[in-house]
Structures are given as structure tokens and as C-alpha cells.
């Protein structure tokens, strides 16, 4: 009894001590102290938790039993034999979990009749039942899900912007499985970036224009705002339209310039402008699109012919651009297939997309209509005091929550000013073309 009031003293002070060490180191206190426990808790409880979400199967078992009204897991057996066939809930095999930066993950192998999507739609009841924030399937191989399980959500706060070492790749934030969320051009060579007022889609171009002004790259602005985004950043952009007129005769020039580069190519026996030798290999262009539905919205018959001719140079640019160093990445707070057949057609070659929060649903199936239908329910989901948050495709084929990091007007104005001296003017660029009808680009 002595050494009660020793105890009483302790305990407060051990408290502490595992609250200031999950405050602040967790993911030394989590893979010490934290996934053990949950590691336990998960492979204990996963009979009850996979019969609750329905991933068992009822087979045939031999049971032995001791006495009559045996309990067993399909309820109270009667029998007079002691040796006979009962009918027992399965459970999937899962092995050992292992843990990982914000969570942990297992893999399970699936009974007979079973599919990735059952556990995908079985994931929102997984999470729950073991608390966690959320549960991300996937499937290594036949006959095998992973479950990732994220214990609290890493887009809460994000660090910020890191410098970019490779060229056209910039970190522009972080997934949400912890990792980096990268836009790299060279992978992923056109995107298509959807997102409401006060969403994070301007950060994100803020993002990318302090990620590639260092880099030896051409960056041009089409903001059909009237310049009011993109003008504070034009000592470091090429060049810069700000209505539909300039952006017809800019991506005039680039359809010129795609030309120009094809023959260069074809001459050198390239594929790309990256199998050329450094000293012919021309300068990479990335293209910067604002409010994309101004270049298709229609005030009357009169600017059909414009809308269809600045439409075609686009989709051609987004055909043709990625083996000839031009890149795009488009904007816009409205996509929807009323704009009509172009803008579908330009969906259609924009392999990176991104749904930030949007204010109707078909901006947000046109964007992410294509791939898993949960990743249409997510973008949805999203709530307005989440700014930065969206639904990404990623280059390995699958989708994730994501959040890019804050870059103000200022950090990205700063960053243009800094880095002026690396823009290559664009009379230069341009300088060495000669006119070419655009129908030669299909015949060539």
C-alpha cells in the first residue's frame, strides 16, 4: 500500500511522455509503439470484422463435437452425432501486417468467387471497423488484394514546395499514402486539371511555375481571363495570349513549330526530340491553360469558325506535342461534354487528370468519368475548406487523394522574376520557321 502514491505519480508522468513523443516524433513512436498494437488488434479481430463486411464463405466442415448445443459460428448445433458436416463462415487468409509511414498494410487472399472490387466496396465498413482513416485496395496479382490502411489523414498539413532536380518533373505535393505527388512531363506529357473558385487550381499552376522557372524550359501562358493570372509571372513566360484571337495565332505557331521539329527529327532518324544530340535538340515547351471553356464557348454563329480552327490546333498540339517537346497542362472550372466535341476529343489525349472540388457533377465526370467510379464519388466528396485537395490519376494506373502544397502569388512571382534571364524569347524560338499549311501536319 506504500507504494500506491509512488504509482499515482508515475502513471501521470508516463502519460505525458507517450503524448509528447506521438506529438512530436510519431513515426518513431508509431512503429515502436503504435502498429504493434494495431497489428494485433487487426489480426485478431478479422473473423468478426470480414464476417461483418460479408467477405466470408460458407463451406462444408467436419465437426467434432463434445456435447449436444455445441456453440459454433453459424449459431447453437443440435446434434445427437458428435461427428458430422456443419456449415462454418470462412474467413480470407491474411498474413502478417506490415506497417508503413502513416499506417500499415496486409495482404489477403481471396476465397473462391471473390474479386478486388468486393473488398474495394467492402473498404469505407473496413475502415471503420478497425478505426482507421481510411482503406485503399489493391491487387498485386490473381487470387491477391493488398489493404493499405492510412491511421489519420497526412493531407491535413502539407510541407513545403521542394526544389525540383529533374527536368519537367516538379513535387507539387503529397498523396495520400504519404508519398510525393509529382507532375512529370516526360511520363505524363498532357493534363487536364478541373476545379471550382478558391479550390487550389490556381496554386497548383503556382506551383508548377516556381517548379520549372529554374529549369532550361519555355513556358507559355494562354489565359483567357484577360491576363489577370498570368501576367504577373510574364518575365519568365515566352509568351502569353490573353484572349481567344492571340491563343489562336500562338498555338498556330506551335502547330508550325511540331512541323518544323518532325522534319528535324525524320532528318537525325529520332523518334522524339530526345534521341537527338544536345546540340540540335530543341527547347522543351510547357503550355499553361487557363479557363479552357472560353476557347469553345460560343456568343454566336459568327466565332464558330475561330472556335473550330483555335480547337483543332490544340487537339493537334495534344496529339502530336509529347515526342516534340511541347507539353500541356489545361484548366478550368467548367469542363463538360456541352462544350462540345472538342473539348471531349482533347479529354481523350490528356492521360494526367486532376478533379479538384467542383460546384456540378459533370465537370467532375468529364474529368474523372473514365476511371474507377469511386474515384468519381471522392472528387464529390471533397469539402470547401480543403483547398489544395484532389482526386489524382497517378502514372502507375491507379487514383489517389492528394493535396499540393501552398505557393502564394507572390512566392510564384518572386520565382518568375528571379529566373527572367532563362526565358528564351519566343521571336526566337519561332525565328528559324518557315510557313507551313497546317494540313501538312496530318499529311506528314
Not at 335 to 341: K, N, R, V, Y
Request: proline share 7%; charged share 20%.
Amino acid at each position: 500500500m506504500s507504494d500506491l502514491p509512488l504509482w499515482l505519480a508515475v502513471l501521470p508522468l508516463i502519460g505525458v511522455g507517450l503524448w509528447a513523443w506521438r506529438r512530436f516524433h510519431y513515426p518513431s513512436f508509431w512503429l515502436i509503439a503504435g502498429f504493434p498494437i494495431a497489428a494485433v488488434l487487426v489480426r485478431a479481430s478479422w473473423r468478426r470484422v470480414a464476417l461483418g463486411c460479408g467477405l466470408t464463405k460458407k463451406r462444408q466442415r467436419w465437426w467434432f463435437t463434445t456435447m449436444p448445443g455445441l456453440v459454433a459460428s453459424t449459431g447453437i448445433v443440435k446434434v445427437k452425432r458428435r461427428f458430422q458436416r456443419v456449415a462454418v463462415d470462412t474467413k480470407p487468409f491474411m498474413w502478417l501486417p506490415l506497417p508503413t509511414r502513416h499506417g500499415w498494410r496486409v495482404t489477403v487472399h481471396t476465397l473462391e468467387g471473390q474479386i478486388p472490387g468486393d473488398y474495394a466496396d467492402a473498404a469505407e465498413r473496413l475502415a471503420h471497423s478497425w478505426g482507421v482513416h481510411a482503406i485503399r485496395v489493391s491487387s498485386p496479382g490473381p487470387g491477391r488484394v493488398i489493404l493499405a490502411a492510412t491511421m489519420r489523414d497526412p493531407l491535413v498539413t502539407v510541407d513545403q514546395l521542394p526544389p525540383s532536380a529533374d527536368l519537367l518533373k516538379v513535387t507539387v505535393g503529397r498523396l495520400e499514402t504519404g508519398k510525393p505527388w509529382t507532375i512529370d512531363f516526360r511520363t505524363v506529357p498532357h493534363w487536364l486539371n478541373a476545379g471550382a473558385t478558391q479550390s487550389g487550381k490556381s496554386n497548383l499552376a503556382n506551383a508548377l511555375i516556381v517548379g520549372l522557372a529554374p529549369q532550361p524550359v519555355a513556358l507559355v501562358g494562354v489565359d483567357l481571363k484577360g491576363g489577370v493570372e498570368f501576367t504577373p509571372y510574364a518575365p519568365r513566360l515566352s509568351a502569353l495570349a490573353t484572349c481567344r484571337s492571340e491563343a489562336g495565332r500562338l498555338l498556330d505557331d506551335l502547330v508550325a513549330l511540331m512541323l518544323d521539329r518532325m522534319g528535324v527529327c525524320r532528318q537525325a532518324s529520332a523518334r522524339n526530340i530526345w534521341q537527338l544530340p544536345p546540340a540540335l535538340r530543341p527547347v522543351p515547351i510547357v503550355v499553361l491553360v487557363d479557363e479552357l471553356a472560353e476557347l469553345y464557348l460560343m456568343a454566336d454563329k459568327s466565332e464558330k469558325d475561330e472556335i473550330a480552327k483555335t480547337s483543332t490546333a490544340l487537339l493537334r498540339v495534344a496529339q502530336l506535342g509529347r515526342a516534340f517537346g511541347i507539353y500541356l497542362f489545361c484548366c478550368g472550372q467548367r469542363i463538360g461534354s456541352d462544350l462540345g466535341p472538342g473539348v471531349t476529343a482533347l479529354r481523350a489525349q490528356c492521360s494526367g487528370r486532376i478533379c479538384h472540388r467542383v460546384n456540378d457533377p459533370e465537370t467532375a465526370t468529364m474529368t474523372l468519368g473514365d476511371l474507377d467510379p469511386a474515384a468519381l464519388a471522392s472528387a464529390r466528396a471533397i469539402p470547401a475548406e480543403t483547398p489544395g485537395v484532389a482526386i489524382v490519376a497517378s502514372q502507375d494506373g491507379q487514383w489517389y487523394r492528394a493535396r499540393s502544397f501552398y505557393v502564394s502569388e507572390q512566392t510564384a512571382e518572386h520565382a518568375a522574376h528571379t529566373h527572367a534571364h532563362l526565358t528564351p524569347p519566343w521571336p526566337e524560338i519561332i525565328a528559324h520557321l518557315t510557313q507551313h499549311d497546317p494540313s501538312e501536319l496530318l499529311d506528314a
